[in-house]
């Protein structure tokens, strides 16, 4: 635990557990009414949240799943995709007793966060929308089409491998900076157990077979990465309170996502953290902390 979030938090705890025949890797913790956290593409629970978890396990019981192929979790061959990972989500909180609980999901797991909400309601009293995928058209960079294709996604996945291993941290630091717009202390929201950890991913055996199957999920030559899972149009069917949360500077899903889905979402509210991109939970914190913490205990 100490690797994943620095001095481990007494309230918090990293393990393993068995739905079916995966093994499951969680972080959990805290006391109070319960909040499940879904990570986004190429993270993992304790990757993605690692500075907001111990902050909201003060009120609350929290978790934080590795969705399958990612993280800790096992690897399997799979159709992954938004559908798969939603049916994961359910079994999870099947397994943690979870009838329903305030679901809070990043990128990716935003939209696996909608679709859980808009097709099985009940499961979903409140609703966290963090840089969200699905409420718009994104500003797709061209690395996304490139791993598309068969052979040179692979190889671009080996040469992001490797170059996690040999290049200066200043340089991966500024390099993932660009394409996810934050700007705002790299040394901290980047630091080096946040790089540890993704060099352990990325040498995990079945991780780039699982991110290229989600890409590839995602981006089809009739709909560039995520066009045929836009629920704008559905919006409106959301009946939960829903607390939008967007780093003002996203290059991928621009605030305006954010603008238009808080205007069609009866009862919404919208937070924009200036000064942060794609990731306003690790690269303003303490502000992002504030406002899920108003949000919940309402």
Known sequence: MSSVLGR?????????IEL?????????????????????????????????????ADRHRVYA??????????????????PYFTRFIERYMDARGLRSAAVV??????????????????RVNKLVLVNALGLGRPNVHVSYGLITIPRLGEAVMNVARDALHWAPSRMIRRVAGRLSGASNDLNRTMDDAYLDNLRELY????????????????????AVFGGQHDVTKRLGELKVPV????????????????????????????????????????ERPEEF??????????
């Open 289 to 298: 902390n504030r406002v899920l913490r108003k949000f919940l205990n309402a």
């Open 105 to 122: 999901g990043s990128s990716l797991g935003g939209r696996i966060a909608l679709e859980l909400a808009l097709d099985n309601p009940r």
């Open 243 to 282: 607390q939008l949360i967007w780093g003002a500077d996203d290059p991928l899903f621009p605030v305006a996502h954010a603008t238009r889905a808080h205007a069609l979402i009866p009862h919404s509210r919208l937070a924009v953290i200036e000064g942060a991109g794609h990731t306003p939970q690790a």
């Open 203 to 222: 040498s995990t055996q079945g991780y780039h077979d699982a991110y290229l199957a989600t890409v590839r999920s995602l981006v089809t030559p009739r």
């Open 65 to 82: 799943p590795d969705l399958p192929g990612f993280g800790r979790t096992e690897k399997p061959r799979a159709r992954y995709g938004i």
């Open 20 to 56: 079916g025949s995966l093994r499951v890797h969680d972080t959990c913790g805290g006391r109070g009414s319960p909040v499940l956290f879904i990570h986004g593409l190429g993270s993992s629970g304790y990757i993605e949240w690692r500075f907001n978890l111990e902050a909201t």
């Open 8 to 16: 481990a938090p007494r309230t918090l705890r990293s393990g393993f």
